[in-house]
């Protein structure tokens, strides 16, 4: 009789334990800052330290060097950074786009905004690469119409910005209209140009529609940074100036 | 008190009064549970703070100091899960040099629970991030992403059903269309899937047939976008589903004052929450359980 009695309840309890779900009552939701009251775990900066080192002995290597300090505002519609970095992408990417296609990159063009620092007069870094391209763009070779190539002077008139474009290309914005060369020929409107760019400009980035559908779009493989990096590599002193390339004759 | 008295009183019956007071007395011991949820969300390679001059964030972050509060909290409560919603990669030379290594290693010293995996985890590719897995003594979920012809095949799965303390915590992932966003010989074959579809079934399944007492969205669809309504974000998400209790977001970057509180598809309060980028902010969302159906009756309180 115990044991029946003791099974009973204990199937009772069973099922009173299965039947009631544990509910939710009360929810409390916080935002925790990660800041400099809060100490470092040791354990942790010491595993850390050795990546660190090597990091930042990685990023002191010595690539080149430039006589003049390197910026993206020392111009008006261009600037030394921006003729240098248009210049080195062409330099390094035009032999790889050769080889692919037997053609000829006709000029590069970047934005403004992408140069993400300068660079100080004196030795040239790794970490100065870092910098100054800290994104994973890749280069790419979009194919343009001539109309798009004048949607793209266009857009270059009313951006009034140095973006970086390579010395291929010169342009003087006059009062009514503009000039425009490209390797010293004006514009072939039955022609289709090969421009160099990066494939987040060539997907929309910073509003550069005409790199949209292109006739042709070429992937280099190869990142902005990696160009960056070869050139100043094989570049013992860096020599850039201000050209006119992209000039205001108004 | 009165329960004992009697049973000190009463020995003819003490065998199984004995038995069944000592269960009815540890039910109510365990009657009110508690779990804690941290989180983070695009911590992009971040593994030191910022520095101290850094225009943005001086002196924020670093995972050293994570693990600080991660571990004083998990004192605090042991039934603690650590979760990050995806964008592990890319930001810092770490990721450069190292491929995700290192951050993968540091999240395994801190114990994290799972992952989803954003579109900057394939900045290296499937293959770099396949390579990196080993690294990883935490799980990727991802129930939106198809891995079947791809490196990853079996290596992530859709969801995973955590146990703390009794309570069955359900945990899935979901991930952002790559078309568009990532080369798409980065991610090769990887199919993304409709998110909503997909969470329907999931949270179906872990209400059904795994019986979750909670259950959470990782995902990295990004927190609302207004101006592209036919992109999916969290709040619609939250809005087209029903049965999940907590969505982690990611990607948006997005800084929220406090966590969101939305309705779902039948009208029950969803949590929304992303704390913003670079580890530079963990989340916190705890859960008090009662098995005491009249205090549920009352519904929940949230406190934000």
Redesign the interface.
């Given at each position: 009789m115990?044991k029946i009695?003791?099974s009973f309840?204990?199937i009772i309890?069973l099922v009173a334990?299965k039947n009631?779900?544990?509910?939710?009552?009360?929810?409390?939701?916080?935002?925790?800052?990660?800041?400099?009251d809060?100490?470092?775990?040791?354990?942790?900066?010491e595993?850390?330290k050795p990546?660190?080192e090597?990091?930042e002995k990685?990023?002191s290597t010595v690539l080149s060097y430039t006589p003049i300090e390197l910026n993206r505002i020392d111009g008006e519609l261009e600037s030394s950074l921006g003729n240098l970095l248009a210049d080195m992408c062409y330099q390094r990417a035009n032999p790889v786009f050769n080889s692919r296609t037997g053609k000829n990159i006709d000029f590069a063009m970047f934005n403004y905004g992408g140069i993400r620092s300068g660079i100080s007069q004196g030795n040239i870094t790794v970490e100065n690469a870092?910098n100054l391209m800290?994104f994973?763009n890749?280069l790419v070779v979009v194919e343009l119409t001539a109309e798009k190539i004048k949607e793209l002077v266009n857009y270059l008139i009313l951006a009034k910005r140095a973006h970086p474009i390579s010395k291929q290309l010169n342009l003087a914005v006059k009062k009514n209209g503009y000039t425009l060369k490209i390797n010293s020929k004006t514009i072939d409107d039955t022609k289709t140009y090969f421009v160099l760019t990066s494939?987040y400009l060539q997907?929309g980035g910073d509003r550069m529609d005409f790199f949209k559908n292109p006739v042709n779009l070429y992937?280099l493989?190869y990142k902005v940074r990696n160009a960056i990096i070869d050139y100043f590599k094989e570049t013992d002193t860096v020599k850039v100036k201000l050209d006119g390339r992209l000039r205001n004759e108004k | 008190m009165k329960r004992r008295n009697f049973i000190q009183k009463s020995t003819a019956v003490t065998a199984f009064l004995t038995l069944g007071g000592f269960s009815l007395q540890s039910f109510a011991e365990k009657s009110t549970k508690h779990i804690t949820i941290l989180h983070t969300n695009d911590v992009h390679s971040h593994i030191e703070p910022f520095p101290i001059n850094d225009s943005r964030y001086p002196n924020q972050g670093g995972v050293a100091r994570r693990a600080t509060l991660v571990e004083s909290i998990r004192k605090e409560n042991p039934n603690t899960l650590l979760l990050d919603a995806g964008d592990i990669f890319q930001g810092t030379p770490y990721f450069n040099f190292y491929g995700g290594e290192l951050e993968f290693k540091l999240m395994s010293m801190l114990n994290y629970d799972a992952a989803t995996i954003g579109n900057h985890d394939f900045d290296n590719s499937i293959d770099g991030l396949y390579a990196q897995l080993p690294h990883a003594k935490f799980d990727f979920l991802s129930a939106n992403y198809n891995f079947k012809n791809t490196v990853l095949d079996t290596h992530v799965k859709p969801y995973k059903v955590f146990v703390k303390e009794g309570i069955k915590i359900g945990v899935f992932g979901l991930g952002i269309e790559l078309k568009g966003l990532v080369d798409p010989k980065m991610y090769k074959e990887t199919k993304y899937l409709d998110p909503i579809e997909i969470a329907q079934d999931i949270t179906q399944t872990l209400k059904v047939d795994e019986d979750c007492d909670l259950i959470i969205c990782l995902s990295h669809l990004g927190y609302n976008y207004k101006q592209e309504h036919q992109k999916i974000g969290d709040l619609t998400l939250a809005s087209k589903t029903k049965d999940i209790d907590l969505i982690i977001g990611g990607h948006t970057h997005t800084f929220l004052p406090k966590p969101t509180v939305t309705k779902n598809i039948v009208g029950e309060n969803v949590l929304v929450n992303q704390v913003g980028c670079y580890g530079i902010n963990l989340g916190r969302i705890d859960f008090y359980f009662d098995k005491d159906y009249n205090k549920a009756s009352k519904g929940k309180s949230i406190i934000v």
């Open positions: 115990k009695i003791i309840f204990a309890l334990c009631e779900p544990p509910y939710i009552v009360k929810i409390e939701g916080k935002q925790l800052p990660v800041n400099e809060i100490n470092s775990k040791n354990e942790i900066e595993y850390i990546y660190k090597k990091v990685e990023m870092f800290p994973e890749t494939d997907n992937t493989d | -």
